[in-house]
């Protein structure tokens, strides 16, 4: 990154990790994160006086792989006539789906009317620089709600999505936890948890300094493993990606991993911060019944518990989480389309899948496993 980390850090103060100049620094020094991998770093930056004012994480992409928020239906539309949907800019965090910050303003900047002039001030930027033929359009993925919000008084369409994810009501531990499932769910938790230990299979959960260069290595033979066995394509992260992890962001890592006879048989890489675990990266050797709701729900849950975190991210979609605790959440994103009308269409698009979003929502919540509604 071209931008001083201390300065980046400056305004980029939340612990929220993927924010962190040390994350995106490290997909870009890895190659995950540059122009011949679809995503050419195109950060936004505002200065007034040599100070950064406000910053922005932002890629010009030429495909929409890694984003988890799906416009392909809108890039084959604008095929179907005739238009480049790509390239597009995109204010996000690669591969990761995560809510948190994504544009950040100087200490000294408080007003929504100061805020929002810093957003106009970016669309005339980005209107300056490229146009319509060079440009369809631009989207900001995974923002928090407040702003989204504000992004859609400046006139940036807001879309929602839904993930699942699960809240410490301060139990005192898992089982605690379970005693607010109905009994019947409550059943099957532990029963999955039973068949994971009477398959032989240990739970371990490493963190900070406690995961060495050969833990990370073994990890990633099973992430990449595992992405050639579900899509035949290589995983989007590289072994150099996280080695560079270990060097520069340890304090922010639990490692979660499954041993049979004394051998490694699958992880799990999750980041943290003062409140938060967020589920990330998954691979195994082989395939065990139960064994990746253990590892990446169970055991993600139970280490919020003991540690004190109030709120666990697992990662997107997968509405077989509810079952097991997670509660449906509302996404956001926010977009910008310049072609008039293709604008129109898509507007009206988002704005009834938005209905949809929220009677799905609903019905959701009645499938929650508890006795009642935690509180």
């Avoid at 106009?120 to 407040?146: C, M, V």
């Avoid at 005693?179 to 769910?185: C, L, P, Q």
């Avoid at 992430?223 to 066995?229: F, M």
Wanted: contains cysteine; proline residues 5%.
């Amino acid at each position: 990154m071209d931008v001083p980390a201390e300065q980046w850090q400056k305004l980029f103060a939340d612990p929220y990790p993927f924010t962190q100049h040390a994350f995106l620094a490290a997909l870009e020094t890895s190659g995950c994160v540059q122009e011949a991998t679809g995503w050419q770093p195109n950060h936004i930056l505002i200065t007034e006086n040599d100070q950064l004012l406000a910053a922005m994480p932002c890629y010009l992409k030429t495909h929409s792989y890694g984003e988890y928020v799906f416009d392909w239906a809108w890039a084959d539309a604008y095929h179907q006539h005739g238009l480049n949907y790509y390239p597009k800019l995109l204010a996000a965090i690669p591969f990761t789906p995560s809510s948190g910050p994504r544009l950040a303003f100087a200490a000294d900047i408080r007003s929504d009317a100061e805020k929002l002039n810093i957003i106009h001030f970016i669309e005339r930027a980005i209107r300056d620089k490229y146009n319509q033929s060079t440009l369809s359009g631009w989207h900001l993925l995974f923002p928090n709600s407040a702003l989204s919000d504000l992004l859609q008084r400046a006139g940036w369409k807001q879309r929602k999505g839904i993930q699942y994810h699960w809240f410490n009501k301060q139990y005192p531990s898992f089982d605690d936890f379970l005693e607010t499932f109905k009994s019947r769910k409550r059943k099957l938790v532990r029963k999955e948890r039973c068949a994971v230990a009477d398959q032989g299979l240990l739970l371990t959960v490493r963190s900070g300094q406690e995961i060495d260069d050969a833990l990370m290595t073994e990890f990633y033979r099973f992430y990449h493993l595992t992405y050639l066995k579900r899509s035949g394509q290589h995983g989007y992260l590289n072994l150099k990606f996280f080695r560079l992890l270990l060097t520069t962001m340890a304090q922010n890592l639990v490692m979660i991993c499954a041993t049979k006879s004394d051998t490694i048989v699958a992880a799990a890489l999750c980041f943290k911060d003062d409140t938060s675990l967020y589920g990330r990266y998954w691979g195994c050797q082989q395939e065990y019944p139960f064994l990746h709701f253990e590892v990446c729900y169970y055991q993600g849950i139970e280490y919020c518990i003991n540690n004190g975190l109030q709120h666990f991210d697992p990662g997107a979609q997968g509405e077989h989480k509810i079952a097991r605790g997670f509660k449906p959440v509302t996404t956001l994103s926010n977009h910008v389309i310049l072609h008039p009308e293709f604008k129109h269409a898509i507007e009206h698009f988002i704005a009834q899948e938005s209905n949809q979003i929220d009677a799905h929502l609903n019905h959701l919540n009645t499938l929650l496993p508890y006795k009642t509604e935690p509180l």
